[in-house]
């Protein structure tokens, strides 16, 4: 993260891939912000955006869940699996988005974005990176 890109206040650099319908348009518009016209991912809220991508991913059916996903924890420093049955999806959803926000990413970075605190009883707390089967 450069502190040049941090705050920055622009929140349409670089461009936007080709949306499929006008339909998208839409719906994105009657979803997010009332009188805002979506143009890029940039331009929606994270939450929303990430909620409603793996929603789309879920209806689609592209990829199936692997048999381990229920018992899977995502870090070492986690102690339980995720809670949300469907955490694959939201996590693909924010990874897609990272990507389309700053491309060229691979799976150290996701790694260490995704990556957390490890606990270790009375020593100090570790910063300790996230799985990386998950992010391939």
Known sequence: FGSSQLGSGSPRSGSAPPV???MAYQFY???FKEGHKVK???????????AAFAQHLKRQGRFEIPKWADVVKT???KELPPLNPDWL????ASMVRKIYIR???GVGAFRKVYG????????TNVFCKSSGKIAR
């Open 29 to 31: 518009d009657a979803h």
């Open 116 to 123: 957390g605190q490890q606990r270790r009883g009375t020593c």
């Open 40 to 50: 890029t991912v940039k331009d929606v809220e994270a939450e929303k955006f990430i």
């Open 103 to 105: 491309g060229g990413s």
């Open 20 to 22: 499929p319908s006008a």
């Open 75 to 77: 870090s070492k420093a």
């Open 89 to 92: 999806y939201v996590r693909t």
